[in-house]
């Protein structure tokens, strides 16, 4: 037996001179004592993918196919060979193939072995787990509740703790709340989204802000036995600053239990035209011709159709090569990646259960496996993600504080404000968080939300599901009364009569969100929960081929043993496999509406507020700064320009004009080719209204190109000079570097 564990690999590489070389491996392991083992250096399976194999060889070279030369192997022999070839090539050496299964028997290590624990610094000494999250849940409770709580409520929070009792993941819900907690604690606004909002455990612990009783959401999409897999709870942070929220978690818990997790990059097609076209030789205007057969990213085909309208000449053997080669490679990792914020915490070191390493960024961590991998292990996970409408809504909630002296949060704001709605009816939504794109301003006035859960409504209905689904339609027809609602059941199951009217009612029988798909394969098509399960992970593979499509038998035909309309079971997958293209989780629009509707709020009431902080949340969003200062002069608010006496580098708020708003005053921001540093240095040594260029040069240092940038956006005016004007003044000056005589030309006799 082996008991060092080290073999001496001996392989056959078909170069010509792979005895002599075997034999000369077979001295070096007698003299070192080392067994040999069998081995083909494989570099793919098949022969077959001998010809992508040198492509990617090219791609990582940088080399053309023509060019590469001996940076190929010489042959298509790198490949898988089975053990009656195996056992010819190597006959001198029998003990070298027997080695290999000797090496499989060694390998008897299980991915189970990997045992994973959560961080304990949430949990309180003298407590468990569990205890201190019952705690902090009833403390929640108290502060949202006056008075007896409902026993509905009650009920839903014994039943969530009891199930996170059971499945251990107490520690889990007190990891992210702690996170939220410091957020909080240094005034970073933040929001739990997704699945979380489906809990009310969650809501009570301020993780999220929408009250699981306001919608009908489903907590077994969140969390349940059957998913067998840790729950995932998504926080979106102001995206200014949560590079403070990502340094806390690796302060408190060491880079060496905390690491972001890593994202496998693939080809899609247009990536993989481009790089395969490049190597084959195939010039630019091909290459991009090709490229621009393919829609959108995650196609699976380059159709010949589009190819021969694009110009191209699909009987050309190398455009057909380039084609195949092309096929063959979609689906390759690419690349490794990081995870937009998908942090991975352990009490025990990272390095101990994955491989990690330094990210290209300053002091961040990450580890080689992605989301899927983490899943499947149980590992925890938490998002600390960014979103741009949150870093507006926090400014427009200090600016609204230091101008008009009232104080709100995302809490505070009442959510059925009827003047609110009304301008949302008229898609006056331009600048707000996810119902300002032009396909969301169509269907506002033809939805005409009233209430907050029409807001949930349009956030989901605008969606590639529904609409491939044929969900819009039906649904608006019955909300105007043109169609009456209509709920089947089944015929076998009459005392069943309001199966889905119960699950259906809300969205007046058309189903909008993925919680309801899968309560209609639960009580519909009798799912089991794990079936409901796959079917919920099916839907959210929008970006692959997915599996949806194999659950369709199942599911229909199941409706139809029950007494459902062979069609309208047939109708209702399709609905529901219109998710498969992406479509949202009622938790996730429930999320999003609240900060539509804040947005929304902020617009109508503070429109001199909402602009200014919109412009200082830029970029983001579907608007230019231009149009975004159009819309605001058309809601009475006074813009003024950039000017080198009174503006800052943020967008500002300046005197209060007749009709009780303030006056915008643009940033210097706004002008490109600006640095902020050297911009808050200028404001620094801005101490008087500067009369001239010379003047603001000479008392700040500031640059001629500086200068410059200020004239051609026109920033001089209270200087009395024109853009034309200014910038001549400036031309004339010759260098940047100031002369020694003018260094104390504004000194007084005195010395000052």
């Known amino acids: 037996a082996n008991t060092a564990g080290v073999w001496l690999a001996l392989p056959w590489l078909f170069r010509g001179n792979d005895r002599k070389h075997m034999r000369a491996i077979a001295a070096l392991a007698d003299e070192c004592a080392i067994p040999l083992v069998a081995t083909n250096d494989c570099l793919y399976h098949t022969p077959e993918r001998r010809a992508l194999q040198d492509v990617v060889t090219c791609i990582r070279e940088g080399k053309l196919l023509s060019e590469a030369g001996f940076l190929l192997e010489a042959n298509g022999e790198r490949h898988l060979k089975t053990p009656q070839e195996m056992a010819r090539l190597f006959k ?159 302060e408190r818990y060491g880079r060496n239990r905390a690491a972001i997790a890593a994202t496998i990059i693939t080809y899609r097609p247009r990536s993989a035209v481009r790089e395969v076209g490049k190597v084959m030789g195939l010039s630019e205007d091909v290459t991009s011709a090709l490229a621009s057969t393919v829609w959108g990213s995650w196609g699976k085909d380059i159709p010949q159709e589009q190819i021969k309208e694009a110009g191209l000449d699909i009987t050309d053997p190398l455009l057909q090569m380039t084609i195949k080669l092309t096929q063959q490679l979609l689906g390759f990792p690419r690349h490794l990646s990081q995870h937009v914020g998908g942090f991975v915490l352990t009490e025990d070191p990272l390095e101990e259960l994955v491989p990690i390493g330094n990210a290209a960024m300053d002091e961040r961590t990450f580890i080689e496996w992605d989301k899927d991998d983490i899943d499947d292990l149980g590992i925890l996970k938490v998002d600390i993600l960014a979103l741009g409408m949150l870093t507006c809504i926090a400014k427009c909630f200090a600016e609204i504080k230091k101008q008009y002296g009232q104080d709100y949060t995302l809490a505070t704001i009442n959510q059925e404000d009827v003047q609110v709605y009304e301008m949302i009816q008229r898609a006056d939504t331009l600048g707000v968080f996810q119902i300002e794109s032009r396909a969301q301003m169509n269907m506002l006035p033809r939805l005409k939300p009233k209430t907050f859960y029409d807001l949930v409504i349009e956030v989901a209905i605008v969606r590639p599901g529904p609409i491939q689904g044929d969900m819009v339609h039906p649904y608006l027809k019955r909300r105007d009364g043109i169609v009456p609602v209509f709920y089947p059941w089944p015929k076998k ?16 029988g058309v189903p909008l969100f993925q919680e309801q798909a899968m309560e209609i394969a639960i009580h519909a098509a009798d799912f089991s929960p794990e079936e409901a399960n796959k079917l919920r992970r099916a839907m959210a593979t929008f970006r692959n081929v997915g599996t949806i499509h194999l659950l369709q038998e199942k599911m229909v035909s199941r409706m139809i043993a029950r007494g459902y309309e062979p069609e309208f079971a047939k109708n209702c997958f399709e609905q529901i496999k219109g998710f498969g293209s992406y479509g949202f989780p009622e938790s996730h629009a429930a999320s999003f509406a609240q900060l539509v509707y804040v947005s929304c709020w902020l617009k109508h009431y503070f429109p001199d507020v909402f602009c200014a902080a919109l412009l200082n949340s830029q970029p983001m969003g579907f608007y230019a700064p231009a149009q975004i200062v159009r819309d605001a002069r058309e809601h009475d608010v006074e813009v003024l320009p950039v000017d080198i006496n009174h503006s800052f580098w943020d967008n500002t708020l300046e005197s209060e004009c007749p009709q009780g708003i303030f006056t915008v005053r643009l940033g210097f921001r706004q002008v490109s080719g600006f640095k902020k540093s050297d911009i808050e240095t200028f404001i620094a040594r801005r101490n008087h209204h500067f009369a001239s260029p010379q003047e603001a040069r000479r008392k700040t240092g500031i640059s001629i190109a500086a200068l410059e940038r200020m004239a051609s956006a026109d920033a001089m005016r209270s200087m009395g000079l024109d853009r034309r004007q200014a910038l001549w003044a400036i031309r004339g000056m010759v260098s940047d570097v100031q002369m020694p005589l003018f260094d104390t030309a504004d000194t007084s006799a005195l010395g000052k």
């Open 92 to 250: 001198d050496y029998p003990e070298a193939v027997s080695a290999t299964q000797d090496i499989v028997k060694l390998c008897d290590f299980n991915l189970d072995e990997l045992k994973y624990n959560y961080p304990n610094e949430p949990v309180p000494k003298g407590k468990t787990a569990q205890q201190h999250l019952a705690y902090l849940v009833q403390k929640g409770l108290a502060e949202k509740i006056d008075g007896v709580v409902p026993k509905k409520v009650q009920n839903l929070i014994d039943k969530e703790l009891s199930l996170i009792e059971e499945l251990g993941y107490a520690h889990y819900f007190l990891t992210v709340h702690d996170i939220v907690v410091f957020a909080r604690s240094q005034n970073i606004l933040c929001q739990g989204r997704g699945s979380a909002a489906n809990s009310a455990v969650c809501y009570y612990l301020g993780i999220t802000a929408v009250d699981p009783e306001q919608s009908s959401l489903l907590f077994e999409r969140f969390l349940s036995k059957e998913r067998k897999e840790p729950p995932d709870i998504d926080v979106d942070f102001e995206h200014e600053r949560r590079e403070e929220v990502i340094q806390h978690i690796y």
């Open 493 to 508: 199951y009459p005392e069943k009569r309001n199966e889905l009217k119960n699950i259906l009612g809300r969205t007046l």
